[in-house]
């Protein structure tokens, strides 16, 4: 009971809070020094963050003396500590049960940025933190009365990609200059030892090693374990020191151990191995070294693929239900292949895809992932 009646009541709270504050908000401040303390959102998963950073570089390099706070969720903090340009990390997972915790630490800002953030809670934690000024995009929900930008009413399909969803939002709270696509994440040291240590315990130090990412976020997303297991045996026979990442997080080492152990079935290496699942033995400070050391990623719709396409590592990125024209690479696209299928279902099931190996995924060839694979690898050595 307590949770259903949550929401219409902060929802009705602060209806009334807004409609008595009277606090000035002169449109000169934005993009001046009177904007002091800015919170940025973006808690949510990993590649929603990456999409974030280029927004907040344009934040940073508008108001280069304010104090930016970043709200990310508790795993990515680890990951996004020393993120150029952020001055403090605060973690939030976007759920209810953080909510009154994280809305008593967040304190005398002048300006927030949504970036990225579940509602019902990321527009209200942006007001209760003080700020004058709010803003996000889309902002065609109920708590649009709280934002700086309540019109033009825009949804998801008024905005292009991700980033440039998050560059608009930047603009809107004021910021000039540099907008450009690019994503940036920190590049640890403990990250980079992890890994050398890991591939010298494999005698890979000097390995070509292409990196699978079966698993995502939803079941929809996923590109059949069979095809990356098929994929690399034909991979192995025409590039035969290929070895081959799996990489996931802990909740998907399972996963990642089936296909490992498919491929090593499949395309067996003499005197070594051919494959190795690192889910659950890298921490994700480790992935960014990975992903940069690696060839090239296979993946579907992931916060990896974004990752990858940061640390400027090529990517095969697999489409069906999701839109690479809003969530695939976004930028350096000649340096990337994008395979889109049809949606096969109608209508689309999304998040609630009842297939374990979802049809529209299945959709998408062995050989079309061969041969966009070995165009990168044959560019690369040639």
Sequence with gaps: MRLRLREPLL???????????KRPRPVGELGSPAIRRILAISCTALGDTLLSTPGLRAL????????ITLLVHPALQALFAGLDGVDELLPYDGKWRGFARTAKALKGYDLAAIFHGNEPQATPLAYLSGARYVFKLPNNNRWNFLLSNRTPVLGWDDLGHGIEQRLAVARLAGALGDFSPRMTVPLHAAGAEALDKALAERGWQQANIVTFQPGASTMSRRWPRSRFIAAAAQLAQRWPELRFVVTGSPAEAALCQEVAAGIEAAAPLAGGTRAWASAGQLPLI???ALLKRASLLVTGDTGPMHLAVTVETPVVALFAVSDPARSGPGYDLEQHVVIRKWRTCDPCYSKNCPYAEPICMDNIAVDEVIAAVNSILSRKTA
């Design 60 to 67: 940073r390099q508008t108001y280069p003396q304010a104090h």
């Design 11 to 21: 929802y009705r709270w602060l209806k009334i809070k807004r409609a008595l504050d």
């Design 286 to 288: 480790a992935l960014p």
